[in-house]
């Protein structure tokens, strides 16, 4: 009951035939509604997922409504995906006539992400499409306003696309913090002193802890009354706190550990320069008052022109 062909190895209209579904399936409604589009189909966990020309998409869309047998009257979500040498745009259907599903797929290259828009057959694909075409650079043609949701307009780069001025950051930054912790956690074993204000007062805390304990257990072993416990115990806690203040104004200030200097590190200096070029070119274009796409252009020639320079 699975697939045929991975769309990802044989494009649509390859020679490779679709594997059969179980009689009856979805796949079979779409193919009986559009004989003439060519398009191949793959069951995922979720849905049958049908992959169709991006030429084909919008007449494949209409009948995923219109057609009888389909009956599509909710579109459940939208979503991208990218690919580095190609763009994908996933549209999940639902209908509640017939309680059937299923998912439309259609890809375009990254640099001509233009896409037909399906805010005309389900109005929820309004917003969708909006957030889509900022975080992915989709353009939806005939959408009736595709202004930002999310960030502002003109931003200079699509933050889910893995070619985005961070991405190669995200990629390790979660490895990066742990390997911090567990360097802090180290280096704190092997010299005895806290790392961090929070550690050194978690440490003290627990030290104040102890004092408070053995002076309450004396003062009850000498039969002390509440108050005299009370003012036993504050006693305590004010000898144990100029104890530990002597020895730190006394002491000279340790030196900081030697910062490593790895690969990580020289990612983090040149993703802070993006975001500096990023800024200051996008203040640039503003101020010249160009449009947002000139202001998408010139972003991407100042980030060429800084990793050239890097590179250099």
Not at 125 to 139: S, Y
Not at 232 to 246: G, S
Request: aromatic share 6%; hydrophobic share 40%; charged share 30%.
């Amino acid at each position: 009951m699975t697939q045929e062909t991975n769309p990802e190895s044989t494009p649509v209209g390859g020679e490779a035939a679709v594997a059969e579904l179980p009689p009856g399936s979805v796949y079979d409604l779409f193919r009986e509604a559009l004989p003439g589009v060519q398009m191949t189909a793959e069951q995922t966990g979720l849905d049958v997922a049908v992959t169709v020309r991006r030429e084909d998409l919008l007449q494949v869309m209409q009948a995923a409504r219109d057609d009888e047998r389909l009956a599509f009257d909710f579109l459940r979500s939208l979503s991208g995906v990218d690919y580095l040498d190609e763009l994908e745009v996933v549209y999940h259907l639902y209908s509640y006539r017939h309680d059937h599903s299923a998912a439309i797929k259609a890809r375009c290259p990254p640099d001509d992400a233009h896409m037909p828009t399906v805010s005309h057959l389900w109005q929820t694909a309004n917003w969708h499409e909006r957030e889509a075409a900022e975080m992915f650079g989709f353009v939806f043609d005939g959408h009736p306003d595709l202004r930002p949701l999310l960030t502002e307009e003109g931003l200079g780069y699509y933050i889910l696309r893995k070619t985005h001025p961070l991405a190669e950051i995200e990629e390790w930054q979660e490895d990066y913090l742990k390997a911090a912790e567990e360097a802090v956690v180290q280096a704190a074993a092997e010299t005895g002193v806290p790392m961090d204000e929070r550690a050194r007062k978690i440490e003290m805390a627990q030290k104040k802890a102890v004092v408070i304990k053995k002076a309450r257990e004396e003062a009850r072993a000498k039969g002390l009354s509440g108050d005299e416990e009370k003012a036993a115990v504050q006693a305590a806690i004010k000898a144990f706190e100029e104890e530990a203040a002597a020895p730190a104004e006394a002491a000279p200030a340790a030196e900081a550990p030697p910062k490593p200097a790895d690969d990580r590190a020289a990612k983090i200096a040149l993703a802070q320069k993006k975001a500096a070029v990023i800024k200051k070119t996008r203040e640039e274009a503003r101020a010249k008052g160009l449009s947002p796409e000139e202001e998408r252009l010139a972003v991407a020639e100042a980030l060429k022109a800084l990793s050239a320079e890097e590179k250099g």
